[in-house]
């Protein structure tokens, strides 16, 4: 089975940096196509943060562009979302996503992140 582990989040300053990790297991990296970074505010949508590709090929949200990196770890099957300028309105419960070259996408079990004086 796929499982998708989830590490990082907590309480940080406005202006402060947290870096996310999503681990997965259960699969190849090479049956990947994308992984990413999806985010829901309280009482708000689900929506994509960050992706990167097998290729490395990355896109971010307009609101995030600058202030937070996607990136592949240099030897597991893991990514991790360098977050840094951190605002206000980037306080939500983070979910990682894979989308396999096949079969329905797997979803991390979400991380708490708040953004708070």
């Known amino acids: 089975q796929v499982h998708l582990v989830e590490i990082g989040g907590g309480l940080v300053q406005p202006g402060g940096s947290l870096r996310l990790s999503c681990a997965a297991s259960g699969l190849y990296k090479h049956n990947i196509n994308t992984m990413g970074w999806y985010r829901q505010a309280p009482g708000g949508q689900r929506e994509l943060v960050a992706s990167v590709t097998t290729g490395g090929t990355t896109m971010y949200a307009d609101s995030v562009k600058g202030r937070f990196t996607i990136s592949w770890d240099n030897a597991e099957t893991k990514i991790y979302l360098q977050m840094n300028s951190l605002k206000f309105d980037d306080t939500a419960v983070y979910y990682c996503?894979?989308?396999?070259?096949?079969?329905?996408?797997?979803w991390g079990q979400g991380t708490q992140v708040t953004v708070s004086s």
């Open positions: 996503n894979l989308s396999p070259e096949w079969g329905d996408d797997f």
